[in-house]
């Protein structure tokens, strides 16, 4: 166990709907990174926050969103939702900046 | 772009023969190189890492061996265990940002 948690575990969503995935971190971890795992795409870095900050961006579609609250807690958004979203969301933490993360077990999210 | 190479894809051994996982990386600024280890339905668990100041790293059965000059990396792991089985993925990350780019995983199976 990683001490990072995720929530829920498993989603399942029609097209077009908007679903929240949240994210709760390492006790004491600043830094907030959310993943994207599918099978053609491997796992895809999508952005990270760091003390409530956006840090850094990856491929993340405009339909995405994402924040990181004063309690440090991060939510995922993902909006008008395609079947190709369909996928693991992980949630990693780590203690600051440019230190080891530590990955959360996962939301599985399948749009149908 | 920031690309990382991973061979093999599946890599089958038997229970106490050695595994060797290889990664080549295209960022030659990138300097940190972590290994995860995911079990089904998990999310992926940090096993070893390494800087690129340090050009071999060990952990009782795990070692990392760093190559900067030909930007490769690999896992070793001796003896292995049924327990062993799992997919593995490289990652390169840095300088000057936390996004790790990750290989496409290497599932190992061990056979009793």
């Known amino acids: 166990d990683s001490g990072v948690t995720q929530t829920p575990k498993h989603l399942i969503t029609a097209t077009g709907q908007r679903v929240t995935l949240r994210c709760s971190p390492r006790?004491?971890?600043?830094?907030v990174y959310w993943y994207q795992q599918s099978l053609d795409q491997g796992l895809q870095f999508l952005i990270q926050?760091?003390?409530?900050?956006?840090?850094a961006k990856g491929n993340i579609l405009e339909r995405f969103s994402a924040q990181q609250f004063p309690d440090l807690h991060s939510e995922l958004n993902l909006s008008s939702l395609e079947l190709g979203d369909s996928a693991l969301y992980f949630c990693?933490?780590?203690?600051?900046?440019?230190?080891?993360?530590?990955f959360g077990p996962g939301t599985r999210l399948l749009v149908l | 772009g920031e690309n990382v190479e991973q061979h093999p894809s599946t890599l089958s051994v038997q229970e106490g023969d050695s595994a060797v996982i290889k990664c080549t990386y295209s960022?030659?600024?990138?300097?940190?190189f972590p290994w995860y280890k995911q079990e089904l339905g998990k999310g992926p668990q940090l096993i070893i890492d390494?800087?690129?100041?340090?050009g071999e790293k060990k952990d009782q059965r795990i070692a990392v061996t760093l190559n900067k000059t030909a930007k490769h990396f690999s896992l070793h792991i001796t003896e292995t265990q049924p327990e062993d089985s799992a997919v593995y993925f490289c990652?390169?990350?840095?300088?000057?940002?936390?996004?790790?780019?990750f290989g496409t995983g290497t599932r190992l199976q061990v056979f009793p």
């Open positions: 926050y760091y003390n409530g900050e956006e840090r």
């Open positions: 390494i800087r690129s100041n340090v």
């Open positions: 960022d030659s600024a990138s300097n940190y």
């Open positions: 990652a390169a990350g840095g300088p000057g940002t936390d996004k790790l780019i």
């Open positions: 006790s004491g971890d600043l830094s």
């Open positions: 990693a933490s780590s203690p600051g900046l440019a230190e080891t993360q530590y």
